[in-house]
């Protein structure tokens, strides 16, 4: 599975963002997809993670942040609402077809090459 991820940009304090993250291969239906977040010298952080239909948040994005799947364009979409300053990071898309931590990026085998957001205040 190769991940493509795109849709950052600038925004200001309390704008939005939708990052969206194309799969190649056959299984993408078949895969956890999640969304993690890494800041200037801040390890790599979860955000949220998509198994099936199920989700999954971190604490500090429930409420603004949506995480989706389109299975017939092998996409996954992170829509943030309600954007802080501290959202600023390289966002990355990640897939593996076994999660079993889904917060844990040490579980996700394929990763894109990330996409910049960075929230004015």
């Known amino acids: 599975v190769q991940l493509q991820a795109s849709g950052g940009g600038l925004v200001q304090a309390g704008g939005s963002l939708r990052l969206s993250c194309v799969a190649s291969g056959r299984t993408f239906s078949e895969c956890v997809m999640g969304w993690f977040r890494q800041a200037p010298g801040k390890e790599r952080e979860f955000v949220a993670a998509?198994?099936?239909?199920?989700?999954a948040y971190a604490d500090s994005v429930k409420g603004r942040f949506t995480i989706s799947r389109d299975n017939a364009k092998n996409t996954v979409y992170l829509q943030m609402n309600s954007l802080k300053p501290e959202d600023t990071a390289v966002y990355y898309c990640a897939a593996n077809t076994v999660v079993y931590d889904l917060s844990s990026p040490r579980d996700y085998r394929h990763w894109g090459q990330g996409t910049q957001v960075t929230v004015s205040s």
């Open positions: 998509i198994r099936r239909s199920s989700t």
